[in-house]
């Protein structure tokens, strides 16, 4: 199946030399929801920008479904939806007249059925007569979901979008994804939240200094990638490390309370849980007690942090 989007070395550098991004490869399959997770800086915004026609690429192709976004703009902008992380839009127009007109930009006809609709998920039928200026925050963010689903994109681009705004607001504009999903619009976000890219994403791509550093299913690369900490509580302190269980990744912490175990890198998150269980088979043979176990698997945000601090993170490519 033909990726929906399709980049291939994406490169843009401003004006003095800094280079935003760095030859990014990136597919995109319909209907699926993908997170890029980087830090401020990263490139996220430029990329997104280069797609939706508001960036210049240096160097590179984008193809839009199967066409090239580069000589076909005009037409496939209008497949292409955005929530930027700004709140550029008229503050003296009132709600309705604002989403309406989002619609209009793209030549398509008057569809009221589906504004109340939108409006209406994003709790924003009580408002549609207001001035956006007089909206809060969180209600101005929604205002701009609301803007960007008017014309109905196949495409759809989340920067941030629920940056600094409430939790209601975070349900409602998850609630909306997932009614986005059963549609078949693909969805691309980019957040700080990484507990929401671990619990909606399908798959999740990690950029760093303008380079994609991975790509991957959600759950592969948290089997691959994560790690197993267990702290192993014992009945009596001890000075060293048995000789029976010195062969594990173990340490002993806490005066010699507590025997820390952390492993399963690169096997997944099943095989520490299993080297464990054969960990805790070596301290009964060897007569040694313990009161307690706590295991602790790696979450997303983990994995993250790691592959962002470590310095042997994966060259793009290794897991796309």
């Not at 994804?177 to 980019?190: D, H, K, N, W, Y």
């Not at 025997?259 to 520490?272: F, H, I, K, P, V």
């Amino acid at each position: 199946m033909q990726p929906i989007l399709e980049i291939r070395g994406l490169t843009k550098t401003y004006k003095g030399g800094f280079t935003a991004l760095k030859g990014v490869d990136l597919s995109i399959n319909k209907g699926e929801i993908f997170a890029l997770l980087g830090p401020n800086g990263a490139g996220k915004t430029t990329l997104i920008g280069a797609v939706c026609g508001l960036v210049r690429p240096t160097s590179g192709t984008i193809h839009v479904f199967g066409e090239d976004m580069g000589r076909h703009w005009r037409r496939l902008r209008a497949k292409v939806g955005l929530v930027p992380q700004e709140l550029a839009t008229d503050m003296f127009e009132p709600v309705l007249r604002s989403v309406n007109h989002s619609r209009g930009l793209f030549g398509l006809p008057p569809k009221p059925e589906l504004i109340e609709e939108t409006l209406r998920a994003l709790s924003l039928w009580e408002k549609r007569d207001d001035q956006i200026r007089t909206l809060s925050g969180g209600m101005k963010r929604r205002v701009l979901i609301a803007k960007a689903l008017a014309h109905e994109p196949e495409l759809l681009f989340l920067d941030e979008p629920t940056a600094g705004v409430d939790v209601e607001l975070r349900r409602d504009m998850w609630k909306q994804i997932a009614v986005l999903r059963e549609r078949g619009t693909t969805v691309i976000l980019t957040t700080h939240y990484i507990e929401e890219a671990e619990e909606m994403a399908d798959r999740v791509g990690i950029i760093r200094k303008g380079e994609i550093l991975m790509v991957d299913e959600k759950a592969a690369m948290m089997e691959r990638l994560g790690r197993t900490e267990a702290l192993i509580t014992l009945a009596a302190p001890l000075t060293e490390v048995p000789e029976a269980v010195s062969a594990y990744p173990v340490s002993l912490i806490e005066d010699g309370k507590v025997l820390c175990y952390r492993g399963g890198g690169g096997e997944g998150s099943s095989a520490g849980t299993a080297e464990v269980a054969e960990l805790t088979k070596a301290l009964t043979r060897a007569g040694i007690d313990y009161t307690s176990i706590d295991i602790h698997e790696s979450s997303l945000e983990d994995i993250f942090v790691n592959l962002l601090e470590g310095p042997d993170a994966p060259a793009q490519g290794e897991a796309a």
